[in-house]
């Protein structure tokens, strides 16, 4: 059966946002050299609603390695093969894999030698693995655990309505322990109720818990996992409901240090307005999803939640009138600060 875990043996929290269209101004870059920078002017619609991201990887994902007793020693295939934790699994002897229930088949019921194509951080790689005949089950293991699926609840930063593409997280879905970007074969964006929120204290953060619902029915297929964001194509039979006014996107030209708001969802599905400061704007950032800091300055939100937590990422900021970016990352030591990545990097990301 598909979707199950198989012994032959990431919750990511994220948020999302939405985008629209209009002119061209041009502004006048601060750099030495005095360039024209051309800026397309869009006009977004503002997330900020709690959304549930399920994706399915390409291959199988290794998440687990472990040891198999045979009838007279102790053995671990797979790690004896290098396979490690996090690796993703392509194809067993030369046929592509994408289910956990696909792996069992193809080792079969005897200890022929495989040949096993495994990617790495962007590398791929063959190596060879001989599944061992576990002594309690008399069955060929390969001595990994592997899984196909991944989900966790974020925070929607904008709807495109001319390119009908929705935007969300700010950041990539990653690998838990290598911190590998995961390449998506599938994935679906859906509705999610938001039933409790834990508060982050320092050195651990908080974290909004929801549930999935109308999964049948998703408001987006997700067609792009990046570093500056997961980006989705609308579905025209579930929409999500946006009644946000459209506003401008920022360049990051724009944007200075100072007050601001976020939406984001912390009951059920309310989205609800807390206001920040931008502490500092890194125009010249070479760090993902780390262009501005922020301060949680909003009493309501420092009370219930202590400040940012897992599941707003994606959160849309915005400043004077305009979508400035959105929510990325919390400080482990002290919830009131983070980072946010600018909505014109996001944007940029979008494309397929």
């Given at each position: 059966m598909k979707g199950k875990f198989i012994k032959v043996l990431l919750l990511f929290c994220f948020t999302i946002c939405f985008i629209a269209a209009a002119g061209t101004v041009i502004n006048i870059s601060e750099d030495s050299k005095h360039t024209m920078e051309v800026v397309s002017e869009k006009t977004l619609i503002p997330g900020g609603q709690?959304?549930?991201?399920?994706?399915?990887?390409?291959?199988?994902?290794?998440?687990?390695?472990?040891?198999?007793?045979?009838?007279?020693?102790?053995?671990?295939?797979?790690?004896?093969?290098?396979?490690?934790?996090?690796?993703?699994?392509?194809?067993?002897?030369?046929?592509?894999v994408n289910y956990a229930d696909e792996v069992s088949s193809l080792v079969g019921t005897s200890n022929k030698k495989l040949k096993v194509e495994i990617l790495r951080k962007d590398e791929s790689f063959t190596t060879e693995i001989t599944p061992a005949k576990d002594y309690a089950s008399g069955q060929y293991k390969l001595g990994i655990w592997v899984k196909e699926k991944i989900a966790g609840i974020g925070t929607l930063t904008y709807y495109d309505p001319d390119k009908n593409i929705y935007g969300s997280l700010g950041h990539g879905i990653y690998e838990r322990k290598t911190r590998h970007l995961l390449d998506v074969r599938e994935g679906y964006l859906l509705k999610t109720s938001v039933n409790s929120v834990i508060e982050g204290i320092d050195g651990k953060p908080g974290e909004i818990r929801g549930i999935f619902y109308q999964q049948d029915s998703p408001i987006g297929n997700v067609y792009k996992n990046s570093v500056n964001g997961v980006f989705s194509y609308g579905n025209v039979d579930n929409v999500i409901n946006i009644e946000e006014t459209p506003l401008v996107a920022a360049s990051k030209n724009q944007i200075k240090t100072g007050k601001a708001y976020i939406l984001s969802t912390l009951h059920e599905d309310d989205v609800e307005k807390f206001e920040i400061e931008i502490t500092k704007v890194n125009k010249y950032n070479k760090v993902n999803s780390k262009d501005l800091e922020i301060k949680v300055t909003d009493k309501k939100l420092l009370e219930y939640s202590g400040g940012i937590v897992q599941g707003m990422s994606g959160s849309p900021i915005i400043q004077e009138g305009k979508i400035v970016g959105a929510v990325t990352h919390v400080l482990v030591n002290d919830p009131t600060r983070g980072y946010g990545i600018f909505i014109e990097n996001m944007l940029n990301a979008s494309k397929g």
């Amino acid at each position: 059966m598909k979707g199950k875990f198989i012994k032959v043996l990431l919750l990511f929290c994220f948020t999302i946002c939405f985008i629209a269209a209009a002119g061209t101004v041009i502004n006048i870059s601060e750099d030495s050299k005095h360039t024209m920078e051309v800026v397309s002017e869009k006009t977004l619609i503002p997330g900020g609603q709690s959304i549930g991201i399920k994706m399915d990887v390409k291959g199988v994902l290794v998440v687990g390695l472990e040891e198999i007793e045979t009838i007279d020693k102790i053995v671990s295939p797979g790690a004896e093969a290098g396979i490690q934790i996090g690796d993703t699994i392509i194809s067993i002897d030369g046929k592509d894999v994408n289910y956990a229930d696909e792996v069992s088949s193809l080792v079969g019921t005897s200890n022929k030698k495989l040949k096993v194509e495994i990617l790495r951080k962007d590398e791929s790689f063959t190596t060879e693995i001989t599944p061992a005949k576990d002594y309690a089950s008399g069955q060929y293991k390969l001595g990994i655990w592997v899984k196909e699926k991944i989900a966790g609840i974020g925070t929607l930063t904008y709807y495109d309505p001319d390119k009908n593409i929705y935007g969300s997280l700010g950041h990539g879905i990653y690998e838990r322990k290598t911190r590998h970007l995961l390449d998506v074969r599938e994935g679906y964006l859906l509705k999610t109720s938001v039933n409790s929120v834990i508060e982050g204290i320092d050195g651990k953060p908080g974290e909004i818990r929801g549930i999935f619902y109308q999964q049948d029915s998703p408001i987006g297929n997700v067609y792009k996992n990046s570093v500056n964001g997961v980006f989705s194509y609308g579905n025209v039979d579930n929409v999500i409901n946006i009644e946000e006014t459209p506003l401008v996107a920022a360049s990051k030209n724009q944007i200075k240090t100072g007050k601001a708001y976020i939406l984001s969802t912390l009951h059920e599905d309310d989205v609800e307005k807390f206001e920040i400061e931008i502490t500092k704007v890194n125009k010249y950032n070479k760090v993902n999803s780390k262009d501005l800091e922020i301060k949680v300055t909003d009493k309501k939100l420092l009370e219930y939640s202590g400040g940012i937590v897992q599941g707003m990422s994606g959160s849309p900021i915005i400043q004077e009138g305009k979508i400035v970016g959105a929510v990325t990352h919390v400080l482990v030591n002290d919830p009131t600060r983070g980072y946010g990545i600018f909505i014109e990097n996001m944007l940029n990301a979008s494309k397929g």
